[in-house]
């Protein structure tokens, strides 16, 4: 990396290659991550009460 003003032009043409998402396909992954997230939510909170009472009925059989 000998001259900046060299690179600075070099990272501007490769910026112009990049193909950039719409708006509206932006808008429909953003959603599509929060009904992802709020899916695995549910799923991990029905797992984690599902082991919570296994534990607490083998533990409550032990003693």
Known sequence: MANPL???QEVRAETAKV???TRSEVLVTTAMVFVLVFLASVFF???DQLLSWVVSLLLGLAS
């Open 6 to 8: 060299k690179f600075a």
């Open 19 to 21: 193909t950039w998402p």
């Open 45 to 47: 909170f029905l797992a």
